[in-house]
């Protein structure tokens, strides 16, 4: 994965994204040496996001599975579908 510091990311943007779009590179944007984001192609976001929710689907499937009953807006917040503010 190719890593660009935060400082150096508008001077270098447009051949990042280039790399990202047409070759499939991730970029990892780093803060005082560590990873705060990333670059990555719409498809790359596309799969993520399908993989995020499967895993929301076999953990509601799962707690469907649980024995009692439980409150909707647990169920909501433990599968992270409200705002961490709303909780």
Same mark, same amino acid.
């Given at each position: /994965? #190719? %890593?660009? @510091?935060? #400082?150096?990311?508008?001077? #270098?943007?447009? *051949?990042?994204?280039?790399?990202?779009?047409?070759?499939?590179? %991730?970029? +990892?944007? =780093?803060?005082?040496?560590?990873?705060? +984001? @990333?670059?990555?192609?719409?498809?790359?976001? =596309?799969?993520?996001?399908?993989? =995020? *929710?499967? /895993? *929301?689907? !076999?953990?509601?499937? !799962?707690?469907?599975?649980?024995?009692?009953?439980? %409150?909707?807006?647990?169920?909501? @917040?433990?599968?992270?579908?409200?705002? *961490? +503010?709303?909780?």
């Amino acid at each position: /994965m #190719t %890593r660009v @510091a935060a #400082t150096k990311l508008r001077s #270098t943007i447009s *051949d990042l994204l280039d790399r990202v779009v047409h070759h499939g590179e %991730r970029v +990892a944007v =780093e803060r005082y040496g560590k990873p705060v +984001a @990333a670059l990555v192609s719409s498809k790359d976001l =596309e799969l993520l996001e399908a993989i =995020e *929710d499967r /895993m *929301d689907l !076999e953990a509601a499937r !799962e707690a469907l599975r649980e024995p009692g009953r439980r %409150r909707w807006d647990e169920v909501r @917040a433990e599968l992270a579908l409200l705002d *961490d +503010a709303a909780v």
